[in-house]
Structure formats: C-alpha cells, structure tokens
C-alpha cells in the first residue's frame, strides 16, 4: 500500500520545484499587469488633482480632533485630583466625558496595566498591560494615538488616546487615557462631498479601519486589504503625491490618493479617498482581464508539471532516506535504503546512509562485546572479593574460638584474660575491614536494600557508641553525647544507621591524638534531624574536605599507620545515608583545627513501637546438646569443638560432607553447624541431605562460612538451614544459639 501524498508544505523540496517555475513565469507577468496599469493610468490621470485635494482636507480634519483630544489628556495629566483617591478621580474623568462630545470614556491605568480610574463604572477589574499604546506612552513618554480597539468597558468601537503621567522628578506614574468612539470620528469628514460611489477610509498603523464613509459601523474593526495596506505605506513614504488604482473589499475597483492624519509625532492614522474608475478603464479592464486568465492558466499547468515531476523524482526517493534513518536511529542497523547508487546527489546521499548502518553495526557489535567482557570482569570481581573474604574470615574462626576459650579456662588469669581480649579486637577489627569492603562494594552498586522501621536516633547513637567504646578507651578520649530529652523519631534501617554513626565515631578516634574530645550532637532542625560529629583531632586541608567521601581517601598517615583502616568508612557512611533519603558533609578549618562530621534525615512523625523486653532465660545453664560439627579447615573445627566441649556439650566432627551423612545416622544430633565450602559437595547440598535423614530431621542446621553476601544467605535459606552465621563466629551469639536449641529440644 503506497502511504497517502503529502499536502502542499511550504520549504519542502517540491514546493521549491514550484516555486523555480512560479519565478521563471514571473517576468511574463509581469509584463502584463505593468501594461494593464499604464493603460488604466492614463485614463485617470485627469482626476487625481481633485482626489489629493480631498483626501488632504480629510486627514486634515480628523488631525484637529486628534489634536484636541491631546490637548485634553495634557491638561487632566496636570490635575492633582487624577492621582488622588478613586471617587474624586472617578468624579473628574466623568465631568470631562460630560464635557466632551465624541467621547465614551477617560480612565487612568497604572504602571502594573489596571485601571485603577474611569469614568464610566467598571462591572470587573480591567488590565491594558497588554495594550501597544499603553506600552508605547510609557517606554516613549509622549502622547499616543492608539490603534483600533473595541472598550473592554464600555463595549464600542474605539481608538485609545495614551498621554504619560510624569511626576515632579520626571519619572513616569501612570497613564492617562481617552477612548474616542469612532462613530464621533466620521463627523470629522461628514462635510466632505465625495462623487458617487467613493469610499473614505481612515486606518491605524496595523491598517484596521477606524473610519469610513459610506456604512461605517459594517466595516469599523475591519482589516483592508494587504494590497490597500500597501499603497498606504508607501504612499505615507513619498508625501501622498502618488495616485493608484485598487479593489476595495466591497470588490470595486477604485483610484485612491492618500494622506497622514497630522505630523508622525500625532498619529500613525492614514486617510484614503477611492473614486470608482469602472467608467474610465473599463476597456482596459478587460483587455487586461484576458490577459491575466491566460497567465494563470499557464502557471497552473507549469506548478501542476512541477508538482508531479518533483513527487517522482525527488520525494518519493527522500522518504525512501527518511524511512531508513529512522530505522537505524531506531537500532535496526539492517535497514538499507534500497536506493539505486547514481551519480546524481540523492543516489550519492543513499551510498553514504548505507555506508553509516553498515559502520554502526560493526561499532554496535564491538560495543556489545565489550559490554558483555565488562560485566564478566564485575562479575570476576564480585567472585574476588566474595573469596577474598572466606579466605581470610576461615583462618580468623580459630582465632577468634581459640582466644574465647583461652579466656573461658583461665579467668582467673589476668595476662592471658588480657591477652586474649586483645587477639579478640584485632580479629574484630580484621573482620570489620572486610565486612566494609564488602559493603561498599555492594552499596555503591545498589545491591543493598535497608529494611525500614521507625526508630529512635538517641537508641541508634547509644548503640553506635557502645559497639565504639572499646577503641575509644583504648585512646582516652572524652566523649559528650548531647542529645534531646524526647524521642527523635526517624525511618530507617537500625543496623545500618548503628554503622553509619559507628563509622563517624571511628574516624573520629582514629584522627584525634590521645586524650581528646568527640562531641556527638542531635538536634531537629525544620523537617530534618541533624546529627554532629565533631573533634579536636588533626583536621583536613580543603583539598582533602571535597574528596574525603571518595573511596579510599584517607588523612596524611604517619609510617606506623597507628591508624589503621583501609579509608572505606566514611564512603560506606555517606551511600548510607543516602540510601535513607538523607544527606552527609564534612567540614573543617583547617590543620590542627579538628573536623565536624553533619548527617541530616528526614524526621517521622510516627512514634516509635517500644520492644517486648526478652527473658532473660539464656542466664541459665544451658542443657548439654549432641553438636555436630563440619570444617574441613582442622584448626577450626578443633578450637571450636573445645569451646563448645568447654561449655558441656557432646561435640562430633566431620571434615567432608559424606563423612557427616554417616555420623549423622549413628550419632543423632540436636545441632548441626556446618560449613558451605566443603571438599566433596557444599554446605548447603549437605543441609539438603541432613533434612531427609529421619535422624536429623528435628535438628537445628546453623550454616558458619566465611561467604557473607546476601546470596549466600539466600541458598541457605532455600536449602534448609534455620541460622546463618559468618566467620569468625561471635561466640556469644554462637551460646545464645544453642540456648535457644536446647529450650526447642529439650522444653521444661
């Protein structure tokens, strides 16, 4: 199906075709309407003395009304009672309409276009902002013989007559007006005898009639003719000398004379008189009539050639172009044009179009594959950092176990308590390096989702500062909390705010010498709650204030690197905070001079749901639970099967996943704790195994690896463990599962 022809659109290709043949015929057309002309202006030539005289005498008749009419608004411009109060003007414009005859209103409109004075009553508020004489008396502070306009108040046809209101400082206040009904401005003419069949027309500048004779109010408001308009204009330019002969609107054919209503200063009017010439050139008329019939007919037929040659030849073949460029600009780099590649230019234009899909393909298909080896590389990425983090939590599991049950033997030993509380924040430090390089690089992907509730910051910070206080003690810091009497109410994630201000307190600690000072504030300020930081520590150059959220940026360290830390805290915190619609800067002035940390989050309205306090049932001696214990890492599973050992319970180890299966069959085990990554089939295959064992059906499976990302949680879920914990293991939280198992397998 051939799409439908596209109409007639000026600027396209065909309509040029046309228009190279519309002005090859020009001349011919010249030539005919010039001899047409000539043969009329002969004719009458005879009359066009006693038409100027006339037409002058008009113009300067309706010139001495203009006149007076600035003369009026000159002298109420000077009147104080114009810009005192409304009814005293009001009172004042309505004496002068009184007064005047020819007029239907005089108001005052103000600097802002509102008529703020009238003398005739206003039903609604009226605004001439948008009027061009209003604009003009302003921007020119002379008076302004408006063009046609119909009142907006008093519903007839009128011209607006604008004079400035200046003030003693020559500034101008308001503009004074005079609406003149132009059934008044005809009187003006009404003693001119015209010949039968003439026509006065006065026009403003936009070529609106304001004025004519004969049936004036048919044709006030009304445009003339491009033509009249015209010769009105270039008449006005050569002193009215010049005669021409024109169709009128009423289709009469009429020689008109032209003249200026009053200097360029009083008006932009313009008077015409036309005498009908039917009876002079009605000969030529017709002569030229034929003449005129013949060219149209020609041009037709030419424009006609012109438009079917232009469809064939060259718009069928453009939108050929057309349609293909927007298939490739669509993404189908198959389209081709189809185009026949000529020597002329559109063969040439649909060679290049073909060459460019066939390039963009190619670039298409080099940007895939790089696309594709980008996302194998994040993806050898995410492997990486997923691995790098089982490898170095599974040699911190038997540290951590082995310094808990070093201490749990020997309480009664204050260096090696000592000592093992200092193995056991190293390890602690050591797994938060690598639980934060695993954050950021999962928040800064947008793979982290925050779990919403609404929460009180003053719990948030206590909680942030308690899981800090170790550290801080260890510099001897002194740190002021400042926080509000009520609740502070916001919504969000508790563990990840807890981070968030943990990190802020940690940076603090670490950047301020022995023995200073952390502030941490709360304040509500408008819509938002404003959480400070601030210290006495070592400060940030400004340089180092723009990037201090980067990944990876940390302060000038010392060689010892007593600082510690891998410079990801304050990222992580920032893509946190964020993450909770919120915003965190830092600031500082300088060296020496400290730095002051602010968070802002949204403040909730919502109060906060108070917790049911837990029993504290896990104080108790705990029942001995059968544990069944799968590493394959030996250290591991040895120091930890002490610990449990330590604590009364029977402990089995296994170090593959078959050799748990049979244990599991002869030794019945209430708990399960088993590790994913095994020699011969995952943790979580064997979980899967474990529940179909009748002897392990009603066991607790708790998954301990050192893989801590949320799909790793995920599989373990799905595969049927009841608990997930990473490595190294809290022990504390280890005590607090099994309590828990022994209440389930062994209830009261």
Not at 142 to 154: C, K, L, N, P, T
């Amino acid at each position: 199906m051939k799409p439908p022809r596209a109409p007639f659109k000026p600027g396209s290709l065909r309509s040029r075709l046309m228009l190279l043949v519309a002005l090859a015929i020009l001349p011919l057309a010249l030539m005919t309407i010039l001899g047409g002309l000539r043969e009329r202006e002969q004719a009458v030539e005879a009359s066009q003395d006693n038409l100027r005289r006339l037409t002058n005498l008009a113009a300067a008749n309706e010139a001495q009304s203009v006149e007076r009419a600035r003369q009026i608004l000159v002298d109420l411009a000077s009147v104080p009672d114009l810009l005192g109060e409304t009814p005293r003007c009001n009172a004042l414009l309505a004496d002068v309409l009184d007064r005047n005859e020819g007029y239907v209103n005089f108001g005052l409109i103000q600097l802002n276009g509102d008529v703020t004075c009238s003398a005739v009553p206003m039903l609604h508020p009226v605004n001439l902002g948008d009027r061009s004489h209003f604009k003009r008396a302003i921007s020119e502070r002379r008076f302004i013989a408006g063009d046609y306009v119909f009142g907006r108040v008093i519903r007839r046809h009128t011209i607006n007559l604008t004079y400035p209101v200046i003030d003693r400082s020559g500034k101008v206040v308001a503009v004074v007006f005079a609406a003149m009904d132009l059934a008044g401005l005809d009187t003006f003419v009404a003693d001119i005898n015209l010949p039968p069949g003439s026509v006065l027309v006065t026009t403003d500048a936009n070529g609106t009639i304001i004025s004519r004779r004969p049936d004036p109010e048919r044709w006030f408001g009304t445009k003339v003719s491009t033509a009249m308009r015209d010769a009105m204009r270039e008449a006005v330019k050569g002193g009215g000398r010049r005669a021409v002969v024109l169709r009128d609107d009423d289709d009469v054919e009429r020689l008109h004379t032209f003249a200026r209503v009053g200097a360029p200063s009083l008006s932009d009017y313009t008077v015409t008189i036309g005498i009908p010439v039917d009876t002079v050139t009605a000969g030529a008329r017709r002569a030229q009539l034929m003449s005129l019939v013949g060219l149209a007919a020609t041009t037709m037929l030419a424009l006609l050639a012109a438009w079917l040659a232009g469809d064939v030849l060259i718009v069928q073949r453009v939108r050929k172009l057309m349609d293909t460029a927007r298939r490739i600009a669509a993404g189908d780099l198959d389209a081709r044009s189809g185009i026949a590649y000529e020597r002329e230019e559109i063969g040439q234009l649909a060679e290049a179009l073909d060459e460019m899909a066939a390039t963009l393909q190619k670039k298409e298909a080099a940007r895939s594959l790089a696309e594709r080896e980008l996302r194998a590389a994040d993806q050898r990425k995410d492997e990486f950092l997923a691995m790098l983090a089982h490898e170095l939590r599974n040699p911190l599991a038997p540290i951590s176990t082995g310094a808990h049950l070093l201490k749990l033997l020997h309480s009664d030993n204050a260096q090696i308590t000592q000592t093992c509380a200092i193995i056991a924040r190293q390890v602690e430090h050591m797994t938060g390096l690598v639980d934060d390089l695993l954050d950021v690089s999962r928040v800064t992907r947008g793979l982290v989702s925050i779990s919403t509730q609404v929460l009180d910051l003053r719990k948030v910070i206590d909680d942030a500062a308690e899981q800090i206080r170790p550290l801080i003690s260890t510099r001897r810091h002194s740190v002021v909390l400042d926080l509000p009497s009520s609740p502070a109410t916001v919504k969000g994630d508790h563990k990840r705010l807890v981070q968030v201000v943990a990190n802020l307190l940690n940076n603090a600690n670490k950047y301020t010498p022995e023995g200073g000072r952390i502030e941490l504030g709360l304040a509500e300020d408008g819509a938002d709650y404003v959480l400070t930081v601030r210290d006495d520590g070592i400060g940030m150059e400004p340089q180092l204030v723009s990037r201090v959220f980067d990944l990876f940026t940390q302060a000038e360290r010392t060689p010892d690197r007593s600082q510690g830390g891998l410079g990801l805290g304050l990222a992580l915190a920032k893509s946190l905070v964020e993450l909770h619609g919120g915003t965190v800067r830092a600031e500082s002035r300088g060296l020496g001079q400290g730095s002051t940390f602010t968070v802002r989050l949204p403040r909730h309205s919502q109060e906060v749901l108070t917790p049911v306090a837990q029993s504290a049932g896990h104080a108790q001696a705990v029942k001995p639970l059968k544990v069944l214990l799968v590493d394959d890492n030996l250290d591991a599973a040895h120091t930890l099967q002490l610990f449990l050992a330590a604590g009364g319970h029977r402990v089995e180890i296994a170090y593959c996943g078959a050799d748990a299966i049979e244990l599991a069959r002869v030794f019945v085990p209430d708990v399960c704790l088993l590790d994913i990554g095994l020699p011969d089939f995952d943790g979580n295959e064997l979980a899967r195994r474990l529940r179909r064992l009748p002897q392990a059906t009603g066991a607790t499976l708790v998954a301990m690896t050192g893989y801590g990302r949320q799909q790793d949680r995920d599989a373990a879920v799905a595969a049927g463990f009841d608990r997930y914990m990473v490595k190294p293991v809290n022990t504390v939280e280890l005590s607090d599962l099994l309590a828990d198992a022994a209440a389930e397998q062994h209830p009261r």
